[in-house]
């Protein structure tokens, strides 16, 4: 299972939130790319990065913080990146600039056709991200909540050749409290593509948990609040992670 380490950027600093409020956010770093840096040293495979302000715009704001972070990595480590990706020509441009992944979120609920022509336009490069609550869909950077059941849609979207399902209990980011193994691994359970859990993965014991499931489908889980903090020790988590022969997903 790959530990990945979360940049959240917000007015070009590496925040993190607490439930997706904005109002709430903790800065840990006015230099994104260093943080970027940071993590690539310390062992990382991937980067997570979400354009916050993005998120909440409908449209991408931190866009040179995300360059600034390509140019400091160069290829040495793939990106997977979310918030405010609403149209075809912002996948492009992310993708030309040298992301490796897009994460489609609310644009997928709200117009799950873009999500079927972004999937038919860039095979292998589009990843859904569905953040939930009790199994609802929220959209809208967590601020509304449908009535959609998440393993409905990500099974819709996996017929559409969505690379990976990030789901997120939204109860749960940033609050350190635990990850949601019960509701990923029924997620993953229903699907054929697999998963990488965010959201309250906060300490060792849940990179454990998730290590033992990851045979269900489990393929990464992403971490903020926790590293940064230091309530889970990123080094220690990658060399519990290695420990575990990785799956065929």
Not at 36 to 50: S, T, Y
Not at 51 to 60: E, R, W
Not at 122 to 141: E, S, W
Not at 212 to 222: L, R, S, T, W
Request: hydrophobic letters at 45%.
């Amino acid at each position: 299972m790959i530990v990945i380490p979360a940049i959240d950027l917000k007015d070009g600093h590496c925040v993190r939130l607490k439930q997706g409020e904005m109002e709430g956010a903790t800065l840990f770093s006015e230099d994104p790319a260093a943080m970027a840096r940071k993590w690539k040293d310390l062992g990382a495979e991937r980067l997570h990065l979400v354009d916050l302000n993005g998120a909440f715009a409908g449209k991408p704001v931190n866009e040179p913080a995300i360059r600034d972070i390509i140019r400091e990595l160069g290829d040495e480590l793939p990106i997977q990146l979310g918030g405010g990706i609403r149209s075809l020509e912002v996948i492009e441009r992310y993708l030309d600039d040298g992301v490796t992944w897009v994460i489609i979120g609310t644009a997928a609920v709200k117009n799950p056709g873009f999500l079927h022509e972004a999937c038919d336009a860039f095979p292998g490069h589009i990843m859904v991200g569905l953040d939930a609550r009790d199994g609802k869909v929220a959209v809208d950077g967590w601020s509304k909540m449908t009535g959609h059941d998440v393993i409905d849609l990500a099974q819709r979207y996996e017929g559409y050749g969505v690379e990976a399902v990030i789901y997120t209990d939204i109860g749960r980011d940033g609050m350190l409290t635990g990850v949601n193994i019960e509701a990923t691994v029924k997620l993953a359970r229903a699907l054929h593509i697999p998963v990488i859990a965010s959201g309250g993965v906060s300490r060792l014991e849940d990179i454990q948990k998730l290590c033992d499931v990851q045979d269900e489908g489990i393929m990464g889980a992403i971490t903020g609040r926790a590293v940064y903090e230091g309530q889970l020790d990123f080094k220690a988590a990658l060399e519990l992670a290695a420990r575990y022969p990785r799956p065929p997903i």
